[in-house]
């Protein structure tokens, strides 16, 4: 089923949206540009504006020549948020430390997050950045954009706010970066009425899921991630927008195991593709390779002469399960041995392709260290089907999320709470059957758990029964 928004969309039409015209957008030329110090001096910063890499001061500057250049009465927040942003920064890069205070709670009504509130330590030197809230917009899934609405978005973002963003947040979101209380309510309106547009996720609560690209542009999808990404997001949109969990929660769809969004490593609940049927093999299109009429990997590793492809040095030898042999010029995979890391297809990705019985594994609990030290996902379901409307996965989402949120301590993670619990009761109270997939090894020591009732005669003992055949 191809990927449909719920409702009708909106189509955005920056020619009939727009804010400011063209003179105002190319308010400056290159020289003056070349000449253009901003009010703060910032040696280090300009230091940064050297080598071939992107500068982001360049880019700051960029606005900031801009902005002073733009009449008064077209922007809401400070004329000099930029500058005055660059020069609390190179204090921060003389003094080694941080000017932004602890914390800030700001937001708008109805929701519990989704904006990050900041305020400088220094306002009084730097004024306009007194107020330096960051505001986070829920990114389409796989980030596709039309040019209408990022240039509708950006005008609405220079009239409001800073003008700075971050494309994108490590969670997936696009970040507005630098705006006064005053304007949040505003641009939550703007962003709601004419863009169609929601905010993302912050605080103790569902965040903004992100997917990798998927079936839109990538052979090896093995699910829709795009549109359980999308379907996810809106179903819980009441999870993301007011916190009700312990702490946050992160969702992340991989179309393989490739992961391309990092889920294994960055969420909470990790959906990575798989199949379980036989890589379908082109035994032409292997031919082709050993030929060296396909490149290998692409030609991923064109920048380099490594040598004539050798399937045998390239991927037989390579494959972890040493499940492959290449004879007589034909490929055989032992399929039952091969656990889809991946590696044959992507080197030979003419010639070999995932299976066609797909679904996701799901993983849980992955996290950074804080408290109890960082977490990759574990395995938790080997295998699921992922088709509309995934009332199979929402089904499962809630049987975990009900646990978490009755017996998750504060601020405790899913991964953490699992290993506060272990695997074992983890599995029986979200009610998945334990399976040697869960472990890479078993456990080594021997303090192992029995339940009562597995245990003939169970816990209660009389010493008397005990000291009738051992004397004291
Ligand atoms: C200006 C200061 C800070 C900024 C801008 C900032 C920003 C962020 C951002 C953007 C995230 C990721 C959120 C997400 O992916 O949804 C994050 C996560 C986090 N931050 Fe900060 N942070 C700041 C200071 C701190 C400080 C001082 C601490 C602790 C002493 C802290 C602890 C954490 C923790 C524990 C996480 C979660 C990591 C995880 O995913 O498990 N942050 N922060
Ligand atoms: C006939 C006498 C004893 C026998 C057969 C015995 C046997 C054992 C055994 C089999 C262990 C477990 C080892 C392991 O799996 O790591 C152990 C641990 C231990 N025993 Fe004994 N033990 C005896 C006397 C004692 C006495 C008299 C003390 C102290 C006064 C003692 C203190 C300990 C301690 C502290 C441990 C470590 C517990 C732990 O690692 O959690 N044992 N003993
Ligand atoms: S994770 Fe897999 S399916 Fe998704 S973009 Fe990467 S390679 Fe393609
Ligand atoms: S996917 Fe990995 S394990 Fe499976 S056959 Fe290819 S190289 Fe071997």
């Not at 300009?46 to 890499?53: C, F, R, T, V």
């Not at 294994?264 to 082109?282: C, L, N, P, Q, V």
């Not at 890391?341 to 996701?360: E, F």
């Amino acid at each position: 089923m191809p990927f449909e928004p719920k409702e009708p969309q909106k189509e955005i039409k920056y020619s009939e949206m727009r804010i400011y015209t063209d003179e105002e957008l190319n308010n400056y030329t290159e020289e003056e540009l070349k000449n253009f110090k901003i009010k703060h001096d910032i040696p280090d910063l300009e230091e940064l504006e050297k080598g071939p890499w992107p500068s982001f001061v360049s880019d700051a500057k960029q606005g900031a020549l801009h902005r002073r250049k733009l009449a008064d009465d077209r922007m809401l927040i400070d004329r000099d948020v930029i500058e005055d942003m660059l020069g609390q920064l190179q204090v921060s890069f003389d003094e080694g430390e941080t000017h932004w205070k602890h914390g800030g709670i700001v937001g708008v009504f109805g929701y519990g997050g989704g904006v990050i509130g900041r305020y400088s330590d220094l306002p009084e030197k730097y004024p306009s950045i007194a107020h330096f809230h960051t505001i986070r917009v829920n990114q389409p899934a796989s980030k596709f954009y039309n040019t209408d609405f990022l240039r509708t978005v950006c005008d609405m973002w220079e009239y409001r706010g800073s003008g700075l963003m971050n494309l994108h947040g490590s969670t997936g979101d696009m970040v507005l970066l630098g705006t006064t209380t005053e304007q949040l309510e505003p641009i939550f309106f703007e962003l709601t009425h004419e863009l169609g547009q929601d905010i993302g996720g912050s605080g103790s609560n569902l965040r903004t899921p992100s997917c990798c690209i998927g079936k839109a542009r990538c052979e090896y999808a093995l699910y829709d991630t795009q549109a359980l990404c999308y379907e996810l997001t809106q179903y819980y949109q009441d999870e993301l927008h007011r916190p009700a969990f312990p702490y946050k929660f992160k969702f992340k769809f991989d179309g393989c195991p490739n992961g391309c969004v990092a889920s294994i490593a960055r969420s909470d609940m990790s959906f990575i593709g798989t199949w379980r049927d036989d890589i379908r093999i082109d035994q032409e299109a292997v031919k082709a390779y050993v030929a060296g009429e396909y490149v290998p990997n692409a030609g991923a590793h064109a920048g380099r002469d490594w040598g004539k492809f050798d399937i045998q040095k390239e991927v037989i030898d390579l494959c972890p399960s040493k499940c492959m042999a290449y004879e007589d010029g034909e490929l055989k995979i032992d399929n039952k041995e091969c656990v889809r890391c991946m590696h044959c297809i992507n080197v030979m990705p003419r010639a070999l392709k995932p299976g066609k019985d797909t679904g996701v594994s799901i993983l849980l609990g992955a996290k950074a260290p804080i408290l109890e030290g960082a977490q990759m996902a574990t395995l938790i379901v080997p295998f699921m089907k992922a088709e509309p409307p995934y009332d199979n996965i929402k089904e499962f989402i809630e049987k975990v999320w009900e646990f978490w949120m009755e017996e998750g301590k504060n601020r405790e993670r899913l991964g953490e709470l699992m290993q506060r619990f272990g695997l074992p009761k983890f599995l029986e109270i979200i009610g998945v059957p334990p399976a040697p997939h869960m472990v890479k090894t078993p456990r080594e020591n021997p303090y192992i758990f029995w339940k009562e009732e597995d245990v003939p005669g169970g816990w209660s003992r009389d010493i008397k029964d005990y000291r009738a055949r051992h004397k004291r």
